[in-house]
């Protein structure tokens, strides 16, 4: 749905009412786009350490294969 800038001030409430139902809306100067309003969408807050102790790596998970190593030796 596209607005003018006087139509998004006047019913902003409505506006706000189709935000919360899924509707993306533009708003326009002039017959040209300005703006989109989208609805705001609640980030989960992050949790330090929750995967503590459920994730598991090899001692050698950082080391290169030889065959790799091979390669990027070669263009060097």
Do not use: C, W
Not at 28 to 43: E, F, S
Not at 44 to 58: A, F, M, Y
């Amino acid at each position: 749905m596209t607005v003018n800038i006087h139509e998004a001030k006047t019913n902003l409430s409505k506006l706000i009412m189709l935000l919360e139902k899924g509707e993306d809306i533009i708003i326009a100067k002039a017959g040209n786009p300005i703006a989109k309003l989208i609805a705001y969408k609640q980030v989960p807050q992050r949790v330090p350490n929750k995967l503590k102790g459920k994730i598991r790596l090899k001692e050698d998970f950082d080391s290169a294969d030889d065959e790799i190593t091979k390669l990027f030796e070669d263009t060097l």
